[in-house]
């Protein structure tokens, strides 16, 4: 997985105005269930069926994570690559090639679904737009997280910010029901200037919480969230995270114990793989 080098620069600051959103730290008494690629507990990760089956079990969040094709269609995968996930040998691809060096339509050719089992053959690498339209369906929220990108981030930014302004995201967008998030400083730097001033919230990916002067930094830049890994987050953490305005998510939390623990620090959102799991620990 790329992950953002602490030596690149940081997001500068924000001309343009973007949502406002005050930090939920030590006020959500249930954090925000979101399906981390949807729910791959029961079905293989960033399918459709996956977000589907996180919806059907009640969450109202899912999390995918964003690529752009050679010829510049944003889909959703994880790796980068397509051999853990898809059959993509069988059909002929280049199961070790660079993902984003690979054009569409050998991308949409390969199966992500037949390694799950026989129920979920058939199921491609979904264009974001298909999200898009579920999202749409079912009244859903995403956290959409832009994988650090092979070409430069201006370039997938913007094609981002095309992809999001068409009709099929617009009650997304206006209605709050995205976030979008990276690693990568330069993307969240490029998602500053181009999709928070059409009302999108961006929030930085790390591995643990900055000291308090970056989180003062990250919140006068315009960044909204905090994403850090549920594992090195404190209590002295969550509160910093607060303090500076920041609001606080977390992911990949998967144990009943981990779950009660964050829910104590009033984190606003959890990054689950099994979606149905929390809501029934947190409805107990």
Request: aromatic share 4%.
């Amino acid at each position: 997985m790329r992950r953002h080098d602490r030596t690149r620069p940081r997001p500068t600051a924000n001309r343009s105005t973007p949502r406002t959103l005050p930090s939920s730290v030590g006020r959500v008494s249930t954090p925000l269930v979101v399906g981390h690629r949807g729910a791959p507990a029961v079905a293989p990760e960033n399918t459709l069926a996956s977000f589907r089956a996180a919806f059907d079990a009640g969450a109202r969040w899912v999390e995918t994570d964003v690529h752009l094709s050679a010829d510049g269609v944003p889909f959703l995968l994880h790796d980068d690559s397509l051999a853990r996930t898809t059959d993509a040998a069988d059909a002929g691809v280049d199961a070790e090639a660079d993902v984003e060096s690979l054009p569409w339509s050998q991308i949409r050719r390969v199966d992500a679904g037949a390694r799950r089992g026989a129920a979920f053959a058939g199921e491609r690498v979904p264009h974001l737009d298909e999200l898009g339209a579920l999202l749409q369906a079912t009244g859903g929220s995403l956290d959409l997280e832009v994988k650090a990108p092979s070409r430069p981030a201006a370039e997938v930014v913007a094609a981002l910010g095309e992809t999001l302004s068409s009709q099929v995201w617009h009650d997304v967008v206006a209605q709050g029901r995205l976030v979008v998030t990276s690693f990568d400083p330069f993307v969240v730097a490029e998602s500053l200037e181009v999709l928070a001033p059409m009302g999108v919230p961006i929030g930085l990916l790390v591995e643990d919480v900055p000291d308090a002067d970056d989180l003062a930094e990250l919140a006068a830049s315009g960044v909204a969230v905090l994403a850090t890994n549920h594992v090195t987050l404190t209590e002295e953490g969550a509160l910093a995270v607060g303090r500076a305005g920041l609001r606080l998510w977390v992911y990949t939390a998967n144990r009943p114990e981990d779950w009660a623990r964050l829910t104590r620090l009033g984190v606003e959102a959890v990054c689950t793989d099994d979606p149905a799991a929390m809501l029934a620990f947190l409805r107990a």
